[in-house]
């Protein structure tokens, strides 16, 4: 049986969640060590989107809780637990396809800065010296996900993989301490799921927690200190990319028992 | 506010400082200074329906509200004016809260349901108080509003100060939408989810914006009370909030400029109809005026059904194909 361990940024426990009679997830315990990137793999409808739901208060779970750095999450908010430091990505990327891409950005300063409903319509943006920082701020993350030249661009017209891309950098804005990835690969060619690896580690050496779903099992491999594997709901691997790939149980999973 | 808006403002408010010196007819002044409640009302709708992304089916309520309070407070209490439509804007502030609170915390359109129950209930009221709201025969003798003791007692007057008050309006809201919290209502026009997951408190921008774009309709309706001098439950039923919602969905309610002309264009089509009439009859129609509404219920599906950006953006996406065309 797994402990939470004081290195354990998130911690879920016995966490079950059960949609009409299908239970998606069932009696997960799982521990997401600080700094790590942790890639949390398993077939289609296996639950890891649930489980990024669950974690990021768009549901809440049937039983079981949830910590994060030492504070339960049940019951907030979406907003208020990105306000506490997680960030995260959309498995079907959701950007604000009618904004620019730095406008896309810019949301993504919304905590990190203050102007409100009154101040915000009494004066023009010009005049408001936190405009000019929160544009700045935004432009430094779209120069680190290296998307500098679409600043401009409305957000929808970009191609998928830039999308991906600036998804991430939205997310990355909020400067989260955890960000959780929902198959930022997918769609993507080689070339781009390469980019993506490189832009993940360079995520890592910001001392960001990486918690990765991924289908793509070369990327996985590639850049996990630690893999889980679910399967219907349940934990059934977890350990580091060698040992997961040798694992009997996970390769039944696989290939279909 | 970008580069284009503010150049959009000059011109309009240059524009507007040349119409009295045109226009010598005190009735079509009078037809452009109604068209100036419309347009404020309009703009805060605009930021609800367009940037929030929430209908309200009921804003001609709080323009009632606006109006009756006005009314009331000054003729009954005594109040002076500009109290009044101070008391309206925190009335109308606090009504706002009560509506939408409860239906704005839940996703879906229940805004536009309540709006419109709500809509029908202040009709009703403003129509069997009678002692308070004078009933179907309305309140009497509203004062006129003065600035510093200078009486707005000329329609050329109240002209420049009614479309001073919507410049105000539209330099209010550019400034909004160009800013963190306009950026937040976009985005969650774009996609809630996402904006959530970026600390966006999506049900409270909601709510605060529509409570702003009653505050508009609220302002325009204490400036029609003032300018009228007499009001009735008539203009107030549930049509008007329709109508409202009309001129937004005509100009294209995901820009506020669109708003503004589709105000404008709305307020002034019964004038065009009235000119119209007269050339029907040459042909043998006998319009009425009762089928007005038929009209701005036919333009309200074809915007819907075939221009749902509004007639602007309609435009823009002809010119740019018959440009293609010619290319070819
Ligand atoms: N909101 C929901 N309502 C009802 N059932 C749901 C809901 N979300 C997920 N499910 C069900 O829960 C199960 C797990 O789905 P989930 O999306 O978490 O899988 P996944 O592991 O992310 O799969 P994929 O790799 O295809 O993205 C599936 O059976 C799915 O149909
Ligand atoms: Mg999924």
Request: with cysteine; proline share 4%; charged share 15%.
């Amino acid at each position: 049986m797994l402990e939470k361990k004081a290195e354990h940024i998130l911690w879920l426990e016995n966490i079950r969640k059960v949609f009409g009679g299908v239970v998606a997830v069932d009696d997960l315990t799982i521990g997401v060590e600080k700094g790590s990137v942790t890639s949390v793999i398993g077939p289609n409808g296996a639950g890891k989107t649930t489980v990024f739901n669950l974690i990021t208060g768009f549901l809440s779970p049937s039983s079981g809780r949830i910590v994060y750095s030492g504070r339960a999450l049940n019951r907030l908010r979406p907003h208020r637990i990105a306000s506490l430091g997680i960030a995260r990505t959309f498995q079907n990327v959701r950007l604000f396809p009618q904004m620019t891409v730095l406008e896309n950005v810019m949301v993504g300063r919304h905590l990190r800065s203050a102007a409100g409903i009154f101040f915000s319509s009494a004066l023009p943006p010009a005049w408001r010296r936190e405009e000019a920082r929160i544009r700045q701020e935004a432009m430094d993350w779209l120069e680190f996900v290296g998307l500098t030249g679409h600043a401009r661009a409305i957000a929808g017209n970009l191609p998928l993989g830039s999308q991906r891309m600036l998804e991430i950098a939205r997310a990355l804005a909020i400067e989260p301490h955890l960000i959780l990835l929902d198959e930022p690969a997918a769609g993507l060619n080689s070339r781009e799921t390469i980019a993506m690896g490189e832009l993940i580690e360079k995520i890592r050496q910001q001392r960001m927690t990486v918690v990765l779903v991924e289908h793509d099992m070369e990327l996985v491999m590639d850049i996990s200190d630690r893999v889980l594997v679910i399967n219907f709901g349940r934990l059934i691997g977890d350990g580091t990319p060698e040992a997961v790939q040798d694992d009997p149980d996970v390769i039944a999973a696989y290939l279909g028992e | 506010m970008q580069g284009k808006d503010t150049a959009g403002l000059i011109v309009l408010i240059l524009g507007l400082a040349a119409v009295p010196w045109v226009i010598g007819n005190d009735y079509y002044l009078g037809v452009l200074i109604f068209a100036a409640f419309n347009c404020l009302t309009c703009i805060g709708l605009c930021l609800l329906m367009g940037y929030a992304g929430q209908i309200s089916l009921g804003h001609g309520a709080f323009v009632a509200i606006g109006a009756y309070t006005s009314g009331i407070l000054t003729t009954t209490l005594g109040w002076s004016p500009w109290a009044a439509m101070g008391a309206a804007v925190l009335l109308v502030t606090g009504v706002a809260a009560i509506v939408g609170i409860p239906t704005l915390r839940l996703k879906g359109h229940y805004l536009a349901m309540a709006t419109l129950g709500f809509a029908s209930i202040i009709h009703i009221l403003a129509v069997a108080t009678v002692d308070l709201t004078g009933g179907p025969s309305g309140l009497l003798d509203i004062p006129r509003l003065s600035i510093f003791g200078y009486p707005l007692d000329s329609d050329r007057r109240y002209f420049y100060f009614s479309w001073a008050v919507v410049v105000v309006g539209l330099y209010v809201a550019f400034n909004l939408i160009n800013s963190r919290v306009g950026r937040g209502l976009r985005a969650l026009h774009g996609s809630e989810d996402a904006a959530a997951s970026l600390g966006v408190n999506i049900t409270a921008y909601k709510i605060q914006v529509f409570i702003m774009s009653a505050v508009y309709a609220s302002v325009s309706g204490s400036m029609y009370a003032y300018y009228v001098n007499y009001i009735d439950p008539g203009p107030f039923g549930v049509m008007h909030s329709v109508l409202l919602v009309t001129m937004v969905a005509v100009g294209g309610m995901y820009r506020i400029w669109g708003a503004f002309t589709g105000a404008v264009l709305l307020s002034l089509l019964p004038e065009m109809l009235s000119f119209a009439t007269d050339y029907l009859q040459v042909i043998g129609i006998a319009y009425k005026p009762d089928y007005d509404i038929l009209v701005y219920g036919t333009i309200l599906l074809i915007i819907m059904l075939f221009l749902p950006e509004g007639v602007f953006d309609g435009l823009g996406r002809a010119v740019r194909a018959g440009k293609q065309m010619i290319r070819r």
